[in-house]
């Protein structure tokens, strides 16, 4: 994080838009799944908009490549801000949201490893610490990620 620099006025209003679309992407989708977390979704979007727009490097249409950053979300009944984060960058098709928790749609209530852009699945809350260190120790050491 030593190259992190504070937004100017214009990525800080960006930011603020990305977020209201993450919240708007939520919102859609539990309400099509008529089911959800929509509030949990809402919480998390300025800490989305951040770190997917603004702070994390990533190749949208290789999400399981080695130098990408990774994202644990924790907080798994959040997935849905998830998903329209991963949509907003444009690996999934925005009306692809209105597919959440549907039999035969990727978009479950909580991440899983069979979504492309999802590394581990979430648990009980706080567990995503513990994932999120081992990974970045099998990045340094293992991997040998950039």
């Not at 959440?100 to 479950?108: A, G, P, T």
Request: include cysteine; charged fraction near 20%; glycine fraction near 8%.
């Amino acid at each position: 994080m030593e190259d992190y620099h504070k937004p100017d006025q214009q990525t800080l209003q960006a930011l603020k838009d990305t977020a209201n679309r993450l919240r708007i992407g939520s919102i859609k989708a539990t309400t099509a799944a008529g089911s959800g977390h929509p509030t949990s979704c809402c919480s998390a979007a300025e800490i989305m908009s951040v770190l997917f727009f603004h702070t994390m490097r990533y190749k949208v249409q290789d999400p399981r490549n080695a130098n990408n950053d990774r994202f644990v979300l924790s907080k798994g009944h959040a997935a849905p801000v998830l998903y329209a984060a991963w949509a907003e960058a444009g690996f999934l098709q925005e009306a692809e949201l209105l597919n959440l928790r549907k039999i035969d749609s990727v978009l479950e209530g909580h991440p899983v490893p069979r979504q492309a852009f999802t590394d581990v699945a979430t648990g009980s809350l706080g567990q995503g610490l513990g994932a999120a260190c081992g990974m970045a120790y099998t990045g340094k050491f293992f991997d040998r990620a950039r």
